[in-house]
Antibody, heavy 121, light 106 residues
Framework: AVQLVESGGGLVQPKESLKISCAAS????????MYWVRQAPGKGLEWVAR??????????YYADSVKGRFTISRDDSKSMVYLQMDNLKTEDTAMYYC????????????WGQGTLVTVSS | NIVMTQSPKSMSISVGDRVTMNCKAS??????IAWYQQKPGQSPKLLIY???NRYNGVPDRFTGSGYGTDFTLTINSVQAEDAAFYYC????????FGGGTKLELK
C-alpha cells in the first residue's frame, strides 16, 4: 500500500527556517511528481510546491505565496521529498501535507497525515 | 492566475437527499478538475479526476460533470458519512483549490 509519512514540523519564530520531510513507500517513487499542500487552521487547502522527476530535470514550481522562500527537493535513492522553508511568516502556520498522483489521474490520489508547522513569536 | 470559486459555502442536507455543489473557474480549464472530500481531522481523499472520472473505490453515488469553466459534484442519496468539506482543484499546469463547500447533515 502507498504510504506518505511527513515529519519535522514544529514551533518556530518568524523569519526562522525549518525543513520538513516526507518518506514515501509502496510505489515507484522515482517515476512520480511530488507535491506539498498546506492547510491553515480552519481554512481551505492551498497547493504549495511541486517537483517533477529526473527525466523532467527535477523541475520545480511554487505558489506565489511561497516563491523565493520555500524550496522543494527530492532524494530518489531514499524515496524522500523535502520542503525547506526560509524566512517563515506567521501566515505560513498550517498543516503541511505531502501528496502524490496516481498514474493517469494527474490529481492528488495519495496523501500523508500531515505535519504541523506553527510560526509564532 | 486562475481562480476557482465554489458555491455554496455550506449546505445542510437530510440523509437520502440529492445534493449538488458547484465549482467555477475564472478561465477555461477544459476538463482538468478534481474533487476531494475532507472530514475533520483527516487528510483529503480524491473522489473525481478529469471532471467526471470516479477514483478507485469511490461510491457511485458521487458524480462529477462539467467542462470549460463550470463544474458540478452531485451526491445521490446522501449518507451520514458524506458530511464533510468538498474541494475542487484545477489539475494541470497549476493546482489551485477552490475555497470549499461544507456539507452538513440535518
Amino acid at each position: 500500500a502507498v504510504q506518505l509519512v511527513e515529519s519535522g514540523g514544529g514551533l518556530v519564530q518568524p523569519k526562522e527556517s525549518l525543513k520538513i520531510s516526507c518518506a514515501a513507500s509502496g510505489f515507484t517513487f522515482s517515476n512520480a511528481a511530488m507535491y506539498w499542500v498546506r492547510q491553515a487552521p480552519g481554512k481551505g487547502l492551498e497547493w504549495v510546491a511541486r517537483i517533477r522527476t529526473k527525466p523532467n530535470n527535477y523541475a520545480t514550481y511554487y505558489a506565489d505565496s511561497v516563491k523565493g522562500r520555500f524550496t522543494i527537493s527530492r532524494d530518489d535513492s531514499k524515496s524522500m521529498v523535502y520542503l525547506q522553508m526560509d524566512n517563515l511568516k506567521t501566515e505560513d502556520t498550517a498543516m503541511y501535507y505531502c501528496t502524490a498522483g496516481d498514474i493517469g489521474t494527474t490529481a492528488f490520489a495519495y496523501w500523508g497525515q500531515g505535519t504541523l508547522v506553527t510560526v509564532s513569536s | 492566475n486562475i481562480v476557482m470559486t465554489q458555491s455554496p459555502k455550506s449546505m445542510s442536507i437530510s440523509v437520502g437527499d440529492r445534493v449538488t455543489m458547484n465549482c467555477k473557474a475564472s478561465q477555461n480549464v477544459y476538463n482538468n478538475i478534481a474533487w476531494y472530500q475532507q472530514k475533520p481531522g483527516q487528510s483529503p481523499k480524491l473522489l473525481i479526476y478529469y471532471a467526471s472520472n470516479r477514483y478507485n473505490g469511490v461510491p457511485d453515488r458521487f458524480t462529477g460533470s462539467g467542462y470549460g469553466t463550470d463544474f458540478t459534484l452531485t451526491i445521490n442519496s446522501v449518507q451520514a458519512e458524506d458530511a464533510a468539506f468538498y474541494y475542487c482543484q484545477r489539475i494541470y499546469n497549476s493546482w489551485t483549490f477552490g475555497g470549499g463547500t461544507k456539507l452538513e447533515l440535518k
